[in-house]
């Protein structure tokens, strides 16, 4: 088989079903947040907010759920041998990810769509929140999985049959890279849940549909961008932590996220590097003294260690093993490189729309937010924390290359060996093609029901269900 057919399969499946996760997520939180306000306050407007986004939360939960799916078969299609070495690793937090959380998620959230005024209010907004808790509880066991790949952990090698197996679970959830990868995800979810929310009442108050409608748009942008800020202030302080883990750990990504050659003391932070083709000899370079050794050591004069003493060490310690072998134990740095920049760079850009917002709302007429350019701002805003996700995520993985277990199998051992290159291409290929229309699909809907806004409520709010006569209502659905 052709192992970069089988990666580009990976990449295009996971990265795809990426891009909902962490709207769900957030979008969830949101939710929940204006039905329950709704429930404390009585103000219609946190109701419809509520009913509004649950649209567009449930377009996102539904093809999250498809794509979902998909990625389970890729463990048993191209990656085998993969499967092999960490079944008994991976089979309880996946096993555990798919019979409680997602039953939590899926079950609860049919009770909050088909519950409008059956069931008891309080219970209702339970529902929305037990649906939340679901999507956090599955990405937490999701990133226990992902996190032993990094930081293999709870575990031995079994001499006969050569399979890793589990002998503390514990450890694996408490992995020390989970403790940091858990915030900082779920951090940058909620920053992608606030920027849909904000990219949503901001396109309403420019387009001014329904004068009416406004206050309720003007605080729904408010809560979004105050939510997208706090949101990207836990994302900064969690990649921080994030940051020192990774140098202690996985040492050779940082190096590769900085194109750092060589060992050094008070090593500075690369803004912007312009090197020759190879990568090998700097040209151009804008840096901030000291910071790289911050981020990853706690120290401005701690040590980073470079890329070429990683190499000499590794290829003297895995060199000789089957499993551990590898022509090279450095990363693609291109990809490492800018994947790191554009993650950070796109996360501090939409934090900074979120403050224009907030200086724009601030007068009543609304004036700044009817300009011409304030739709391209919406657009890049809703957009951008989840183009900032994909690029965190391209580079975790691939930051990790050669392996697929750091330190005990590499990424060329876990193919499936039954399986031919054809057949992977043609796979490939018809993935594209599916995931293709179905990001048709998801635009045309989102687009449809975000421009349809808010629905005016045509009956009076929820009443709890306390009459034998419920029964002969039909089922109302949050659309």
């Excluded at 709870?154 to 006969?160: L, S």
């Excluded at 990219?199 to 108050?205: D, E, N, T």
């Excluded at 329904?210 to 961008?225: K, S």
Aim: hydrophobic share 45%.
């Amino acid at each position: 088989m052709n192992v970069d057919l089988a990666r580009w399969q990976f990449a295009v499946t996971t990265v795809y079903h990426f891009l909902f996760v962490p709207v769900t997520i957030g979008l969830s939180a949101f939710v929940a947040g204006f039905h329950t306000v709704y429930l404390r306050t009585r103000n219609p407007a946190h109701l419809r907010l509520s009913k509004f986004l649950g649209k567009l939360f449930t377009i996102n939960f539904g093809l999250g759920l498809v794509t979902g799916i998909v990625q389970e078969f890729q463990f048993g299609m191209n990656w085998s041998d993969y499967s092999r070495f960490v079944g008994d690793i991976f089979g309880a937090p996946l096993a555990i990810e798919a019979l409680l959380a997602f039953f939590l998620e899926s079950t609860f959230l049919g009770l909050w769509i088909f519950g409008w005024g059956r069931i008891p209010e309080k219970l209702h907004v339970a529902c929305i929140w037990i649906v939340h808790i679901g999507t956090l509880l599955s990405a937490y066991f999701i990133l226990a999985a992902n996190s032993f790949m990094q930081h293999p952990v709870g575990y031995r090698i079994n001499p006969e049959t050569g399979r890793a197996e589990l002998t503390d679970f514990v450890a694996v959830l408490t992995n020390k890279v989970q403790m940091v990868t858990f915030p900082h995800t779920a951090f940058a979810s909620y920053m992608c849940g606030a920027a849909v929310v904000l990219g949503a009442c901001m396109w309403h108050i420019h387009k001014k549909h329904v004068a009416d409608d406004l206050p309720m748009y003007r605080t729904g942008a408010r809560v979004g961008a105050i939510a997208l800020l706090v949101a990207g202030a836990g994302v900064a302080i969690s990649g921080d932590f994030q940051g020192k883990v990774m140098t202690e750990v996985q040492p050779m990504k940082m190096a590769a996220a900085e194109a750092l050659y060589e060992t050094q003391d008070s090593a500075p932070f690369s803004i912007l590097t312009v090197s020759s083709l190879n990568g090998e000899q700097e040209k151009v370079a804008i840096t901030v003294p000291k910071l790289l050794s911050f981020l990853g050591t706690g120290s401005f004069d701690g040590t980073i260690h470079g890329i070429n003493d990683l190499e000499a060490q590794y290829q003297a310690k895995y060199q000789q093993a089957e499993l551990t072998s590898s022509p090279s134990y450095t990363p693609t740095l291109p990809l490492t490189y800018w994947s790191f920049r554009m993650m950070i760079g796109i996360g501090m850009s939409s934090c900074a729309v979120a403050l224009l917002a907030l200086w724009t709302l601030r007068r009543r007429n609304d004036a700044p937010a009817r300009s011409r350019w304030w739709p391209w701002l919406v657009g890049f805003v809703a957009v951008a924390p989840v183009l900032g996700n994909a690029f965190g995520w391209i580079f975790t993985e691939t930051g990790r290359q050669p392996w697929l277990v750091f330190g005990l199998f590499t990424t060329k051992s876990g193919v499936s060996p039954g399986v031919s290159t054809a057949e992977v291409a043609t796979s490939l290929i018809t993935f594209t093609l599916l995931y293709a229309v179905l990001a048709v699909i998801e635009v045309r809907l989102t687009l449809r029901y975000a421009k349809a806004g808010a629905e005016p409520l045509k009956d009076p709010p929820d009443t709890p269900s306390d009459s034998s006569s419920d029964d002969s209502q039909p089922l109302q659905f949050a659309y």
